[in-house]
């Protein structure tokens, strides 16, 4: 049976439709502007001798539609304190003297991103850098007395006169100024020479680490900053004393973030050694070569995953890598090569800080009933983290339903697991109306962990008596180089596959009610629901956010054209038939699913064309669609105002063609508590 209507929204800023249903209040939870409105945490770093914690908290700011981060410290005994008051803009990167005597941090008052100065214990913050470009990252020399800074190249003269003349225009291949090292001496009293070039020439510097003994950097360079230069990533040795650069690891394919061995001997680094076609879902490895040069050791490759966020220290190699659903810290001998995990008592652990001697750690960490918190280690050699912060206490009132993982087997016997989520009064007698959230990537992974503040109000829905399922779906993270690549010449067609098992498996153990079930997801997940649009008419609604509807469309617009090719093994105009067979577009007379599209105005990474292809398709076989362009946005929505409207399009989307309501978003300027919508009262 076809579906007819079509509705087109075009944001300005935000956009809102309206009917006669009155709002009404879900028991339990906040309201969406509520979850919008929960601080976060992230960014630590932990003090040279291992006691006090410094670490970043974001709260939402409506009147500006933005958000403000400022730097707190947690002591080493008392309730944290807020450190920073940027007044326009945010405070970031901590990180502190070698000393402990201050504590640096990045910040935009009006003059770019430059290098700040404050004392931990408070007072005012003065500034350490004016350099005309900006300070993109920057970091202490081991003995404190020097930082090195990464600087983005002011724009040229040569530049500004072009503009004159001819107006503002950039070729593809051209994208945004290079940076360079410079580097600056820092006085105990905090006072700072002028800032001293280290790197000139045509070519771009990314991450950089200090020797040891402040004599060396170790940089990694490519040929410009365009995003797809990344792959011919070298490392470098800069002697700061005499600024002359040396190369170290030159080769094929990206050799990047450098990082010293305690005793200066080595350097570690992230490389990709294999076949290049591959880069998007096969591992990297971590490798050492001596820091004077020499033969290069690859350290990692029995270990089957992503690795991130390395610290060589005296007690090791600390590293994060996914581990199914969960997040976990291992510690990596060099010489053995062998891997031991870190218990932290965390499902996810998030940014990490460690002490130079390797002996104490701070982290950011999640829990499956938490929302994401500091903790301290004092000894790694018996890890006993100590919670600094409190951030779940501003949802400890809330109805957040309960999460677990479970496992099914998809069409092809591949072995798929997804996150479950239920009501916390979920009964196993009755059967539950399904929403499926697909993670994007699609490397990504969905955890067993508390959501709020989404696109997609999941918590919201367990509230009003739905289950949710996020399938892990083959290609995710956290599962291994081989489940990443089964979608490799197989996307769309293998991911529908693992979603389609996994609600049938949910319909098979009595839990999903088959005629009230929807999917939706963002980014690759919004492609796989485009897919699930024309392919089945399971569904009784699908969102699509920010999705691949043409692989031809999007291979010839995105800013990622390798992407395509490595996953599909071709180009549109080399093999034209798996382009058809893994795009949705190509069964668009077989939709049927009213379906929801929401993009972001200027998306590179999936480009609007992507969009209006599937809308204009879908109106032409008669399908209920609507497509709503937040205008002024790439990728993802960034404002906590339009992320307000994307929740109210889809729990509006949804509410219609899962439960039959007509919601009314509300008009006010400020929603208090009665902001959702449930038509019928005694209903969860």
């Known amino acids: 049976m076809k579906h007819l209507g079509t509705t087109l929204f075009i944001a300005a800023t935000v956009v809102l439709t309206t009917t006669s249903a009155p709002a009404q209040e879900v028991d339990g939870i906040g309201t969406f502007r509520e979850a919008l409105s929960l601080e976060s945490v992230g960014g630590v770093a932990i003090s040279p001798d291992g006691t006090t914690v410094a670490f970043q908290k974001r709260r939402t700011v409506w009147e500006d539609n933005g958000y403000d981060t400022e730097?707190?410290?947690?002591?080493?005994?008392?309730?944290?304190?807020?450190?920073?008051?940027?007044?326009?803009?945010?405070?970031?990167?901590?990180?502190?003297?070698?000393?402990?005597?201050?504590?640096?941090?990045?910040?935009?008052?009006?003059?770019?991103?430059?290098?700040?100065?404050?004392?931990?214990?408070?007072?005012?913050?003065?500034?350490?850098?004016?350099?005309?470009?900006?300070?993109?990252?920057?970091?202490?020399?081991?003995?404190?007395?020097?930082?090195?800074?990464?600087?983005?190249?002011?724009?040229?003269?040569?530049?500004?006169?072009?503009?004159?003349?001819?107006?503002?225009?950039?070729?593809?291949?051209?994208?945004?100024?290079?940076?360079?090292?410079?580097?600056?001496?820092?006085?105990?009293?905090?006072?700072?020479?002028?800032?001293?070039?280290?790197?000139?020439?045509?070519?771009?510097?990314?991450?950089?680490?200090?020797?040891?003994?402040?004599?060396?950097?170790?940089?990694?360079?490519?040929?410009?900053?365009?995003?797809?230069?990344?792959?011919?990533?070298?490392?470098?040795?800069?002697?700061?004393?005499?600024?002359?650069?040396?190369?170290?690891?030159?080769?094929?394919?990206?050799d990047d973030s450098p990082t010293w061995s305690p005793d200066g001997r080595w350097i570690l680094f992230s490389e990709f050694d294999r076949d290049l076609g591959s880069l998007f879902y096969l591992n990297g490895e971590l490798a050492r070569v001596p820091s004077r040069g020499g033969e290069i050791e690859v350290l990692t490759r029995e270990f089957d995953e992503d690795l991130s966020g390395a610290r060589w220290t005296p007690n090791g190699i600390y590293v994060i890598a996914g581990a199914r659903?969960?997040?976990?810290?291992?510690?990596?001998?060099?010489?053995?090569?062998?891997?031991?995990?870190?218990?932290?008592?965390?499902?996810?652990?998030?940014?990490?800080?460690?002490?130079?001697?390797?002996?104490?750690?701070?982290?950011?960490?999640?829990?499956?009933?938490?929302?994401?918190?500091?903790?301290?280690?004092?000894d790694l050699g018996r890890p006993t983290p100590t919670r600094l912060t409190d951030m779940t206490s501003q949802v400890r009132d809330w109805d957040l339903g309960t999460r677990e993982v479970i496992t099914w087997t998809s069409e092809d016997g591949a072995e798929v697991e997804g996150v479950l989520h239920k009501p916390s009064d979920y009964d196993p007698s009755r059967r539950y109306p399904l929403l499926v959230q697909i993670h994007g990537g699609p490397t990504g992974t969905s955890r067993p962990t508390v959501g709020l503040g989404g696109t997609y109000p999941v918590n919201h829905w367990l509230a009003r008596g739905a289950v949710v399922l996020q399938p892990n779906y083959r290609g995710s993270a956290g599962y291994g180089e081989?489940?990443?690549?089964?979608?490799?010449?197989?996307?769309?067609?293998?991911?529908?596959?693992?979603?389609?098992?996994?609600?049938?498996?949910?319909?098979?153990?009595?839990?999903?009610?088959?005629?009230?079930?929807?999917?939706?997801?963002?980014?690759?997940?919004?492609?796989?629901?485009?897919?699930?649009?024309?392919?089945?008419?399971?569904?009784?609604?699908?969102s699509v956010g920010a999705g691949i509807s043409n692989w031809m469309t999007y291979y010839v617009n995105t800013d990622i054209h390798p992407f395509t090719r490595q996953y599909l093994k071709g180009t549109?105009?080399?093999?034209?038939?798996?382009?058809?067979?893994?795009?949705?577009?190509?069964?668009?007379?077989?939709?049927?699913?009213?379906?929801?599209?929401?993009?972001?105005?200027?998306?590179?990474?999936?480009?609007?064309?992507?969009?209006?292809?599937?809308?204009?398709?879908?109106?032409?076989?008669?399908?209920?669609?609507?497509?709503?362009?937040?205008?002024?946005?790439?990728?993802?929505?960034?404002?906590?105002?339009?992320?307000?409207?994307?929740?109210?399009?889809?729990?509006?989307?949804?509410?219609?063609h899962i439960w039959g309501e007509d919601i009314e978003i509300p008009l006010e300027e400020t929603v208090e508590a009665k902001e959702l919508v449930i038509s019928d009262p005694g209903a969860r």
């Open 71 to 254: 730097i707190w410290i947690a002591p080493a005994s008392g309730a944290p304190y807020q450190l920073t008051r940027t007044i326009e803009g945010n405070s970031s990167s901590p990180a502190w003297s070698p000393d402990g005597r201050w504590l640096s941090f990045t910040a935009n008052r009006g003059d770019r991103n430059q290098v700040y100065l404050i004392s931990p214990s408070g007072g005012e913050a003065f500034v350490l850098t004016s350099v005309e470009g900006g300070v993109s990252s920057y970091a202490w020399s081991p003995s404190g007395g020097q930082m090195a800074l990464r600087v983005t190249e002011p724009e040229s003269e040569e530049d500004k006169t072009r503009q004159e003349l001819y107006g503002d225009f950039a070729f593809d291949s051209e994208t945004g100024r290079s940076a360079h090292l410079w580097v600056i001496d820092v006085d105990m009293v905090g006072e700072a020479s002028e800032p001293r070039r280290l790197t000139e020439g045509d070519f771009h510097v990314g991450s950089f680490s200090w020797s040891p003994d402040g004599s060396r950097v170790a940089y990694a360079r490519q040929p410009d900053p365009a995003r797809l230069s990344s792959v011919e990533t070298d490392i470098y040795v800069l002697e700061v004393e005499s600024e002359e650069s040396t190369p170290l690891v030159v080769g094929v394919g990206p």
């Open 482 to 542: 081989a489940f990443r690549s089964l979608n490799v010449r197989n996307l769309g067609v293998g991911d529908m596959w693992d979603v389609m098992s996994g609600v049938q498996h949910l319909i098979d153990e009595g839990i999903a009610d088959p005629d009230r079930m929807g999917s939706m997801g963002w980014s690759q997940g919004g492609y796989i629901s485009a897919f699930l649009t024309t392919n089945t008419d399971a569904f009784a609604a699908i």
């Open 572 to 656: 549109p105009w080399s093999d034209p038939e798996i382009y058809a067979l893994t795009s949705p577009m190509t069964n668009i007379l077989q939709a049927v699913t009213p379906t929801l599209i929401q993009h972001g105005e200027l998306d590179r990474r999936v480009p609007t064309p992507n969009a209006y292809e599937l809308y204009q398709g879908l109106q032409d076989v008669g399908v209920e669609t609507k497509l709503v362009i937040y205008a002024g946005f790439g990728h993802g929505i960034s404002k906590p105002k339009e992320r307000l409207a994307t929740i109210w399009h889809n729990w509006q989307w949804f509410g219609k």
């Open 325 to 378: 659903t969960a997040r976990k810290m291992y510690n990596l001998d060099p010489d053995s090569r062998q891997f031991s995990e870190v218990p932290l008592g965390v499902h996810v652990v998030g940014s990490a800080s460690l002490t130079a001697d390797g002996t104490a750690l701070a982290f950011t960490g999640q829990g499956t009933d938490d929302l994401g918190e500091v903790y301290r280690v004092a």
